[in-house]
């Protein structure tokens, strides 16, 4: 088998590759006792695993960001500020790892849920949902920006 791309340049990219010729070996019908369909299943799957995590990556940073923007509490922000930092940092590594990933991003779908736990935490601040933004108000670019953070709307830093 000869794989273009390589384990160590793009993950993501390497494992939907090799279970796209395992699967091609499987029609070859080697005459080996190797379950091809269900090898090349989980080795797709690990792909999958990391594109579901770098968009869970994502809803953290926006949850957070949202409440680092609207919240007027003071004490939870520093840990708000933390996790931004972590996810962020989780989601350039990912990308790092599998640059193919970026391909893969569903900022819509991670600003619904990252709006949805802020809503959630947000609540207790007596921030009505109808006042977080329909539209993630924040470019990716932003979003994986360690130096950007949004201007809070109550004059805290």
């Known amino acids: ?22 699967r091609e070996a499987a029609r070859e019908r080697l005459n080996t006792p190797i379950d091809w369909e269900h090898v090349a299943e989980e080795i797709e799957d690990m ?6 995590a770098i968009n869970s990556h994502l809803a953290r ?6 409440k680092l923007e609207l919240s007027p509490a ?9 996790s931004v930092r972590e996810q962020r940092a989780a989601a350039v590594d990912a990308l790092a790892d599998s640059p193919s990933l970026k391909s893969h991003m569903d ?8 709006r949805g ?3 959630d935490g947000l609540g207790q601040d007596r ?31």
Not at 61 to 66: A, D, F, G, R, S
Not at 107 to 114: H, K, M, S, W, Y
Not at 137 to 157: C, F, K, M, S, V
């Open 127 to 157: 921030i009505d949902e109808r006042e977080l933004p329909v539209e993630c108000p924040y470019a990716l670019e932003q979003i994986l920006d360690e130096d950007w953070w949004p201007t809070n709307r109550h004059g805290l830093e």
């Open 107 to 114: 900022l819509p779908f991670a600003f619904r849920r990252g």
């Open 1 to 22: 088998m000869d794989s273009r791309i390589g384990y160590d340049d793009d993950f993501y990219a390497w494992t939907q590759e090799q279970a796209r010729l395992l």
């Open 61 to 66: 940073v926006i949850e957070h960001l949202l």
């Open 117 to 119: 736990f802020a809503t």
């Open 74 to 82: 003071s004490d939870p922000r520093s840990g708000w500020r933390k």
């Open 47 to 52: 792909g999958r695993n990391d594109r579901r």
